[in-house]
């Protein structure tokens, strides 16, 4: 039987993004749609970035942001309407050179949300389809059956080879998709939120498979999601896309304690937001007045002058009580409500017409009424333009 492992995985996700190594180099596409009144929207605008080889890609954005189509034209089945798409030198997509390469001949393989099973086919077939279309090297009835059910061993589902989808849980089904992708070699694979389809604790079980599986057989994962937990927990670097627009690429920690604008800050998970003015500006370090005081954070975004309305953000597990007002970034609040959440407790601390949460892994000392101290540190508050 065939090898199901790539030995040059290793080798893969060490290798930078730049340039003909990157498993897809992206330059400048864009895709328009008209809406009904004529009104004209960039699905994707004007898009450029290099997928590394052996890269976990998720790509992160509300619904409507233009995450699918962007995904959709990787694949081939939307045609950009400007930029290009090349793999290794091999051009898949220019408007300019007037090419499109048709999906079935761009070794890219897509699991869609509804797993897109054949439900007249066994299993088995459903996987083996790959195989049968498309360019790539002719394989005998034998060498294809040996392939089809290594790969439905390794995903675990060998035993269900002659069952239909019909007779197979969602979860199973979802790992019949993955197979059906993998079986083919593809090194680039395609998931167009994959797992909205199952339950919370199947979901986390499948993420994980997913990871592992992408781990071990070396290939380039593209991801659509809307889910923040579900790009944390895969991603090696998550791409936020907003309005067609990606205002961020970087890892999972960067995106989620750096975001790069407010709007990134506002979507990525619960958030601690003030008003204020900048009154003093020294290198990284910004002095904003608040209702609650004089703050003192870091640079959200480049470019902010003195007397610039901003907004101060900061995670609530961030937030801390202190024992003294003369510390650092510190204000007076009554401590509100506190709510048991299972991992962690979350707390509510009031001052003024001000109310940031507090989350921690213990409860509070204090009761609910009690004045307390409140602080957050300098490198944990970022300060957007509003």
Known sequence: METLTHPDVADRLDVPGGGASAALNIRNVTKHYQRPDGTVVPAVNDTSMDIRRGEFLVLLGPSGCGKSTFLRCIAGLEKPDGGSITSHGRTLSSVDDKVFVAPENRDIAMIFQSYALWPHMTIADNVAYPLTTGSGPKRSKVQIKERVQSILDAMGIGHLARQYPAQISGGQQQRVALARALVRG?????????????????????????????????????????????????????????????????????????????????????????????????????????????????????????????????????????????????????????????????????????????????????????????????????????
């Open 186 to 386: 593809s090194e680039v694979v395609l998931f167009d939120e994959p797992l909205s389809n199952v339950d919370a604790r199947v979901r986390d079980q499948l993420r994980a498979e997913i990871r592992q599986m992408q781990q071990e057989f070396g290939f380039t994962a593209i991801y659509v999601t809307h889910d923040q937990e579900e790009a944390m927990g895969l991603a090696d670097r998550v791409a936020v896309i907003d309005q067609g627009e990606v205002v961020q690429l970087a890892s999972p920690k960067d995106t989620y304690l750096a975001p790069a604008t407010l709007q990134v800050a506002r979507f990525l998970g619960k958030t601690n937001e003030l008003a204020g003015i900048v009154v003093n500006i020294n290198g990284d370090a910004v002095v904003v007045e608040t209702p609650l005081g004089r703050l003192t954070g870091r640079h959200g975004q480049e470019g902010l002058t003195i007397g610039q309305d901003v907004a101060l953000v900061w995670r609530p597990e961030r937030t801390r009580l202190a024992e003294s007002l003369q510390e650092d970034n510190a204000w007076g609040a009554s401590l509100g409500p506190t709510t048991f959440l299972g991992a962690m407790y979350e707390s509510r601390l009031t001052a003024g017409e001000d109310t940031v949460v507090l989350q921690s892994g213990e409860a509070p000392e204090h009761r609910e009424g009690d004045r307390v101290v409140v602080r957050v540190a300098r490198q944990d508050l970022r300060i957007f333009p509003r």
